[in-house]
């Protein structure tokens, strides 16, 4: 989001995301898969730039 200008609220905005979704993105808990493909429409990335996978 830094990289792009992109504010939390631009974020909720454009891709009609809840705050309580953004908080669980900030504190790295589950989020669904679709909110993903949202985010990585609107910042524009791929998902390896966004997300990680660690196995248990």
Request: charged fraction near 35%; glycine fraction near 2%; include cysteine.
């Amino acid at each position: 989001m830094q990289q792009k200008g992109i504010s939390t609220y631009t974020l909720r905005e454009r891709c009609c995301i809840d705050s309580k979704t953004i908080r669980r993105l900030k504190t790295n808990e589950n989020i669904e898969t679709k909110t993903l493909s949202k985010l990585c429409a609107a910042l524009d990335c791929r998902l390896e730039d966004i997300a990680e996978y660690i196995p248990d």
